[in-house]
């Protein structure tokens, strides 16, 4: 999607670790508009499938599915929470998940009430990078017996194995900006 390139290219920072700040209008201050755009281009890509249910995870992808919901029809989101809280009551899936940007390993819960045996979801999240947040929401997906239709990426780190696996197991990944490489040095990030 050329205009979230654009973006990328104009306020995004490479910084060390291979790490891509967007915080300028992705996942800290968030540009709605974009969000909008994004979400008719999910719409164009998915055009045709069965969606019940937008499944994302806290917090940044928060944002972008609700504002994406709006061009499935208004379908609910549910977002997996991060940590355990008495608030979450009743019975959860969870599965384990390795953070890429905080270097730790963290619970993704979702409670058994908000995914129903059956049900068409899409994954919606900011990043893919090795894939661990999605494995962890397509861990709580085959438990629950939901359907994954697609999985909509804002940003596809290329270069590493994430995108890449999904794919060869069959998902459906539409990424809305691929990066091939980017170099905080050199201040340049290159496109797929
Ligand atoms: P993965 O689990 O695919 O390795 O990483 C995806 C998650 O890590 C995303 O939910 C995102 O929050 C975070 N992440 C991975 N790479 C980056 C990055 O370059 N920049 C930012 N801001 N977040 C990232």
């Not at 979230?4 to 290219?9: P, V």
């Not at 997996?80 to 599965?95: M, P």
């Not at 397509?138 to 794919?167: H, P, S």
């Amino acid at each position: 999607m050329k205009e979230l390139e654009d973006r990328i290219r104009r306020d995004g920072t490479v910084k060390p670790g291979n790490v891509l700040k967007v915080d300028a209008f992705l996942n800290h201050q968030c540009d709605v508009e974009l969000f909008n755009k994004m979400g008719a281009e999910w719409a164009r890509i998915f055009a045709g499938r069965r969606i019940d249910k937008i499944l994302t995870i806290e917090a940044s992808g928060i944002g972008i599915a609700t504002i994406v919901a709006q061009h499935f029809g208004n379908v609910p989101v549910v977002f997996a929470k991060k940590t355990q809280s008495i608030n979450l009551d009743g019975d959860q899936y969870t599965s384990l998940v390795y953070s890429f940007t905080k270097q730790k390993e963290f619970p993704v819960i979702v409670s058994k009430r908000f995914l129903t045996f059956g049900e068409h979801v899409l994954l919606i999240d900011d990043f893919l990078a090795n894939g661990k947040a999605m494995h962890g929401l397509i861990d709580i997906c085959n438990e629950a017996g939901v359907i994954i239709e697609g999985i909509g990426i804002a940003i596809e780190k290329g270069f590493q194995n994430g995108g890449k696996e999904l794919r060869e197991a069959g998902h459906d990944v539409a990424s809305l900006a691929v990066i091939k490489s980017m170099d905080g040095e050199k201040d340049t990030i290159e496109f797929a």
